[in-house]
Protein backbone atom coordinates (compact mmCIF):
# COMPACT_ATOMS: atom_id res chain seq x y z
CA UNK A 1 0.00 0.00 0.00
CA UNK A 2 3.00 2.71 0.73
CA UNK A 3 4.78 1.43 -2.43
CA UNK A 4 1.27 2.24 -4.51
CA UNK A 5 0.88 5.82 -2.73
CA UNK A 6 4.43 6.59 -3.21
CA UNK A 7 3.97 5.70 -7.02
CA UNK A 8 0.94 7.61 -7.40
CA UNK A 9 2.18 10.36 -5.71
CA UNK A 10 5.09 10.50 -8.04
CA UNK A 11 3.34 9.87 -11.11
CA UNK A 12 1.04 13.38 -10.18
CA UNK A 13 4.06 15.10 -9.43
CA UNK A 14 5.62 14.32 -12.69
CA UNK A 15 2.48 15.96 -14.86
CA UNK A 16 2.50 18.68 -12.08
CA UNK A 17 5.88 19.84 -13.74
CA UNK A 18 5.92 22.55 -16.45
CA UNK A 19 6.45 21.43 -19.80
CA UNK A 20 6.62 17.79 -18.82
CA UNK A 21 4.65 15.43 -20.61
CA UNK A 22 1.93 13.68 -18.36
CA UNK A 23 3.00 9.48 -17.32
CA UNK A 24 1.76 7.61 -20.16
CA UNK A 25 -0.65 5.27 -17.32
CA UNK A 26 -2.20 8.22 -16.25
CA UNK A 27 -2.94 9.44 -19.68
CA UNK A 28 -4.14 6.07 -20.78
CA UNK A 29 -6.41 6.17 -17.50
CA UNK A 30 -7.87 9.67 -18.40
CA UNK A 31 -8.15 8.90 -22.63
CA UNK A 32 -10.55 5.59 -20.96
CA UNK A 33 -12.64 8.15 -18.96
CA UNK A 34 -13.23 10.57 -21.67
CA UNK A 35 -14.21 7.41 -23.70
CA UNK A 36 -16.69 5.59 -20.98
CA UNK A 37 -17.98 9.45 -21.01
CA UNK A 38 -18.34 9.62 -24.79
CA UNK A 39 -20.69 6.12 -24.28
CA UNK A 40 -22.60 8.10 -21.88
CA UNK A 41 -23.43 10.36 -24.64
CA UNK A 42 -23.98 7.88 -26.79
CA UNK A 43 -26.32 6.33 -24.84
CA UNK A 44 -28.83 9.36 -24.72
CA UNK A 45 -28.68 10.59 -28.40
CA UNK A 46 -25.99 13.01 -27.59
CA UNK A 47 -23.65 12.35 -30.69
CA UNK A 48 -21.99 15.76 -31.08
CA UNK A 49 -20.53 15.34 -27.63
CA UNK A 50 -19.88 11.43 -27.84
CA UNK A 51 -17.96 12.55 -30.80
CA UNK A 52 -16.20 15.53 -28.39
CA UNK A 53 -15.20 13.21 -25.85
CA UNK A 54 -13.53 10.06 -27.96
CA UNK A 55 -11.69 13.07 -29.90
CA UNK A 56 -10.21 14.33 -26.39
CA UNK A 57 -9.56 10.68 -25.61
CA UNK A 58 -7.31 10.14 -28.69
CA UNK A 59 -5.23 13.32 -28.38
CA UNK A 60 -4.40 11.77 -25.30
CA UNK A 61 -3.55 8.20 -26.76
CA UNK A 62 -3.14 8.77 -30.44
CA UNK A 63 -1.73 5.66 -30.67
CA UNK A 64 -4.41 3.23 -29.31
CA UNK A 65 -6.43 1.34 -31.72
CA UNK A 66 -9.97 0.87 -29.85
CA UNK A 67 -10.27 4.24 -29.04
CA UNK A 68 -9.77 5.22 -32.71
CA UNK A 69 -11.66 2.59 -34.36
CA UNK A 70 -14.94 3.65 -31.78
CA UNK A 71 -14.21 7.29 -33.17
CA UNK A 72 -14.23 6.31 -36.80
CA UNK A 73 -17.75 4.53 -35.96
CA UNK A 74 -19.09 7.49 -34.30
CA UNK A 75 -18.04 9.34 -37.61
CA UNK A 76 -19.25 6.93 -39.84
CA UNK A 77 -22.47 6.56 -37.95
CA UNK A 78 -22.63 10.66 -37.86
CA UNK A 79 -22.21 10.40 -41.80
CA UNK A 80 -18.83 11.26 -42.14
CA UNK A 81 -17.12 8.81 -44.09
CA UNK A 82 -13.62 10.68 -44.86
CA UNK A 83 -13.37 11.46 -41.26
CA UNK A 84 -14.25 7.63 -40.38
CA UNK A 85 -11.59 5.90 -43.02
CA UNK A 86 -9.24 8.37 -41.64
CA UNK A 87 -9.83 7.21 -37.87
CA UNK A 88 -9.86 3.33 -39.34
CA UNK A 89 -6.51 3.62 -41.00
CA UNK A 90 -4.66 5.65 -38.05
CA UNK A 91 -5.98 1.91 -35.79
CA UNK A 92 -4.78 -0.27 -38.33
CA UNK A 93 -1.52 2.21 -38.27
CA UNK A 94 -1.35 1.33 -34.37
CA UNK A 95 -2.15 -2.02 -34.50
CA UNK A 96 -1.97 -3.56 -36.92
CA UNK A 97 -3.19 -6.45 -35.48
CA UNK A 98 -6.29 -4.97 -34.16
CA UNK A 99 -9.32 -7.21 -36.15
CA UNK A 100 -12.00 -4.98 -35.49
CA UNK A 101 -10.38 -2.05 -36.96
CA UNK A 102 -9.41 -3.64 -40.32
CA UNK A 103 -12.79 -5.45 -40.55
CA UNK A 104 -14.16 -1.95 -40.37
CA UNK A 105 -12.12 -0.35 -42.42
CA UNK A 106 -13.09 -2.99 -45.02
CA UNK A 107 -16.47 -2.32 -45.24
CA UNK A 108 -16.50 1.35 -45.77
CA UNK A 109 -14.00 0.73 -48.30
CA UNK A 110 -16.02 -1.97 -49.83
CA UNK A 111 -19.20 0.18 -49.38
CA UNK A 112 -16.96 2.88 -51.24
CA UNK A 113 -16.93 1.06 -54.19
CA UNK A 114 -13.04 -0.28 -53.64
CA UNK A 115 -13.32 -3.67 -53.86
CA UNK A 116 -9.82 -4.13 -54.32
CA UNK A 117 -8.58 -2.48 -50.99
CA UNK A 118 -11.15 -4.35 -48.78
CA UNK A 119 -10.11 -8.06 -50.14
CA UNK A 120 -7.16 -7.04 -48.72
CA UNK A 121 -8.45 -5.90 -45.55
CA UNK A 122 -10.89 -8.68 -45.13
CA UNK A 123 -8.30 -11.25 -46.20
CA UNK A 124 -6.04 -10.08 -43.43
CA UNK A 125 -8.10 -10.77 -40.91
CA UNK A 126 -9.58 -13.90 -42.02
CA UNK A 127 -5.93 -14.42 -42.15
CA UNK A 128 -5.52 -13.39 -38.49
CA UNK A 129 -8.76 -14.96 -37.57
CA UNK A 130 -9.88 -17.59 -40.00
CA UNK A 131 -13.20 -18.27 -38.02
CA UNK A 132 -14.74 -14.77 -38.25
CA UNK A 133 -17.45 -15.23 -40.19
CA UNK A 134 -18.09 -11.14 -40.84
CA UNK A 135 -14.80 -10.82 -42.19
CA UNK A 136 -15.72 -14.26 -44.72
CA UNK A 137 -18.86 -13.19 -45.55
CA UNK A 138 -17.41 -9.54 -46.30
CA UNK A 139 -14.67 -11.41 -48.53
CA UNK A 140 -17.53 -13.16 -50.64
CA UNK A 141 -19.11 -9.95 -51.41
CA UNK A 142 -16.26 -8.28 -52.22
CA UNK A 143 -14.93 -10.98 -54.56
CA UNK A 144 -18.04 -11.10 -56.18
CA UNK A 145 -19.70 -8.09 -56.25
CA UNK A 146 -22.22 -8.99 -59.36
CA UNK A 147 -23.84 -11.88 -57.46
CA UNK A 148 -24.36 -9.78 -54.30
CA UNK A 149 -25.96 -6.72 -56.08
CA UNK A 150 -28.23 -9.53 -58.16
CA UNK A 151 -31.68 -9.24 -56.88
CA UNK A 152 -33.41 -13.11 -55.97
CA UNK A 153 -35.65 -14.15 -58.33
CA UNK A 154 -39.01 -13.71 -58.26
CA UNK A 155 -41.72 -16.39 -57.13
CA UNK A 156 -44.36 -17.22 -59.66
Same mark, same amino acid.
Given at each position: FDEARRLYAQMRSRGQEK +??? #? =?????????????????????? +??? #? =??????ETATTLCPTFADLLTQLGVLYRDNGDAARALEKFVAAKAANPKYVQARLLLGVLMLSGGENEAAVSEFEAVVTQDPENKSAQ????????????????????
Amino acid at each position: FDEARRLYAQMRSRGQEK +GRE #L =DPFAKGKIANMHAALSQAYQDV +GMT #L =DAIREMETATTLCPTFADLLTQLGVLYRDNGDAARALEKFVAAKAANPKYVQARLLLGVLMLSGGENEAAVSEFEAVVTQDPENKSAQTYLRIAKNPKKSETPPPKGD
